[in-house]
């Protein structure tokens, strides 16, 4: 058989991969149930399916994923699931850290650390610093994450220079502000992925998902893997994004 000899396509030829991909986590809970075993069980698999999808996205070339690992909201959940959760993202940061390290994969945390127990904010601060300076991909695990309290936050800290008389109120703009939030030196996500069958945002990157392309999937997150991953990018590469710059038709 003679096989087409064809050029490869040119680099402006390919569709493009998100630089930044975040993901709303969620269906851990109805995995479980499923299958008649405790939430715990579906936050495990969670934890398992969330390390997948950092090796998936390093084989795919994403330079940023975030991933929203409990939310401000969730410390309402019972204080069993939250003692469960909260001992789950210390051991999986634990037990991660050197294989992240050897992966090039640096790890950063946004959120409100103020309600963080001391234990986890010690075991972020070992695995931030031991990360630091890896670059090939960059995971943001949201923790105790609310976008309307970092955006609160970023305007404190303006008002406290505004007060200071250290800065002119008219010279706030978006740049300025955007480099008040927790993700600041981080680009806007372009891609926006949740699991679990529900459609809304949910107080996630309000801010910086200005733009961002959203796809849903009824997957639970248990059993999100890179092929469910490559689709959410294929759906991203078939879209044409304007930014709201340009008239078609
Ligand atoms: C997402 O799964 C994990 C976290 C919010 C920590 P859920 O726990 O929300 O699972 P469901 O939505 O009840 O299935
Ligand atoms: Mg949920």
Redesign the pocket.
């Known amino acids: 058989m003679i096989m087409a000899n064809q050029p490869p396509p040119e680099p402006a030829e390919l569709p493009s991969i998100p630089r930044h991909i975040a993901i709303t986590?969620?269906?851990?809970?109805?995995?479980a149930s499923a299958r008649k075993l405790p939430?715990a069980a579906?936050?495990r698999r969670?934890a398992q399916a969330a390390k997948e999808t950092v090796i998936a996205a390093l084989e795919l070339g994403v330079e940023y994923l975030t991933l929203f690992?409990?939310?401000s909201e969730?410390w309402r959940r019972s204080a069993e699931e939250v003692n469960d959760?909260m001992g789950l993202l210390r051991y999986t940061m634990q037990r991660e850290a050197n294989d992240m390290k050897s992966r090039d994969v640096r790890l950063l945390v946004i959120g409100d650390r103020a309600r963080l127990p001391a234990d986890v904010l010690k075991t972020i601060a070992a695995m931030e610093a031991k990360t630091a300076a890896n670059r090939q991909l960059t995971v943001v695990i949201a923790l105790s994450y609310g976008a309307r309290d970092e955006i609160v936050h970023a305007a404190q800290q303006l008002a406290i220079k505004v007060a200071a008389g250290t800065l002119d109120p008219l010279s706030i703009d978006t740049e300025m502000f955007g480099q008040h939030l927790y993700t600041h030196d981080i680009p806007d996500p372009d891609l926006c992925i949740r699991t679990?069958g529900e459609q809304r945002i949910s107080n996630f990157l309000l801010w910086q998902a200005a733009y961002a392309e959203f796809v849903f999937t009824d997957t639970?997150?248990p059993d999100f893997d890179k092929a469910a991953l490559a689709a959410a990018i294929a759906s991203f590469q078939a879209r044409e994004r304007r930014y709201g710059g340009r008239v078609v038709g």
């Open positions: 986590m969620d269906g851990n809970g109805r995995w939430r579906g936050h969670g690992s409990f939310s969730n959760l679990g639970f997150w």
